[in-house]
Every structure is written in C-alpha cells, then in structure tokens.
C-alpha cells in the first residue's frame, strides 16, 4: 500500500481550481507524467477517465471521478493491472480572500508484480510533484 497526502495554499477561489482538476483533457498539457487522457464518459460531475502515465514505463489505469463542485473531486480505481486500487481526490477549501488550501491525497494498492522503482517513483516524487502542477497551472490561468 502507498498513501500520500499533501496540502498547499494557491493563489485562486474555489470556482477556479476546480475548474483546473475537472478538466481532465487538458492533464497532458501541464502534468508531466501524464502521457494521455480519454474521457471513456461523462455525466454531470461524474466521468469515468482512462489514464496514461509514465513512470519508469507507460502504464494505464481507468478512474470513476465524483466532483462537488468548488468543494471536492474524489476517485476510485474502475481498472488497472497495475494497480490493485487508487482511490483519493482533491479537498478544496475557501479561505476566503481569494486563496483556497487544496489536499491531495491518494491511497494507491499495486500489484506484487510492480517493481520497486515504480512504487518509489509514484509515491515521493509523482503524487507530490502534482500537486505542485495543478497549482502553477490554476495560477497561470487565473493570476492577481
């Protein structure tokens, strides 16, 4: 098992970060581990997403997204072989002034076939890194 959770304060209101983490499409654009993205479907504030990363090699896995809008966006694992669950989401919270505290957190089960490396690699250094992504990009898109 592997569980990050990681807190920053950006620069943005609610509205505008979650804007930024429902839009799917636009992941490879500015995340860098991610390679592509398929909007498998899409109803209301639920999407099921196939995506593809790259971590030490090209893996895919299939996430069911459940967004409350401007407060949350949360995820459990649909597919994968590499993954024996993902589950985990974004917490938005207003701190009124213009700048929300966005959590990430994530609690990923990988297959006993994964190598360490991979395993590594997913918890110290991608899950943090993103973190930091959706921040610099919900501030590009939206400066002060």
């Known amino acids: 098992m592997a569980v990050a959770t990681r807190s920053?304060?950006?620069?943005?209101?609610?509205?505008e970060f979650y804007s930024v983490v429902a839009d799917f499409?636009?992941?490879?654009?500015?995340?860098?581990?991610?390679?592509?993205?398929?909007?498998?479907?899409?109803?209301?504030?639920s999407a099921r997403v196939l995506f593809t990363i790259k971590v030490v090699?090209?893996?895919?896995?299939?996430?069911?997204l459940v967004g409350?809008?401007?407060?949350?966006?949360?995820?459990?694992?649909?597919?994968?072989?590499w993954f024996k669950h993902n589950n985990g989401g974004w917490d938005i919270k207003d701190l009124g002034d213009g700048r929300i505290e966005a959590t990430y957190?994530?609690?990923?089960?990988?297959?006993?076939f994964v190598p360490?490396?991979?395993?590594?690699r997913i918890v110290e250094l991608t899950f943090p890194a993103m973190l930091n992504q959706f921040k610099k990009r919900a501030e590009q898109l939206f400066p002060k």
């Not at 090699?57 to 069911?64: A, V």
């Not at 409350?68 to 072989?81: D, Q």
């Not at 360490?116 to 590594?120: D, Y």
Request: glycine content about 6%; overall charge negative; aromatic content about 6%.
């Open 8 to 15: 920053v304060i950006i620069n943005v209101t609610p509205e």
């Open 25 to 45: 499409e636009s992941y490879p654009e500015f995340c860098h581990d991610v390679d592509a993205i398929e909007v498998v479907s899409r109803d209301g504030d």
């Open 57 to 64: 090699k090209s893996i895919q896995y299939t996430l069911d």
């Open 68 to 81: 409350k809008p401007n407060t949350e966006l949360k995820w459990t694992l649909h597919s994968s072989k």
């Open 105 to 112: 957190g994530v609690d990923v089960g990988l297959g006993v």
């Open 116 to 120: 360490r490396a991979i395993t590594k």
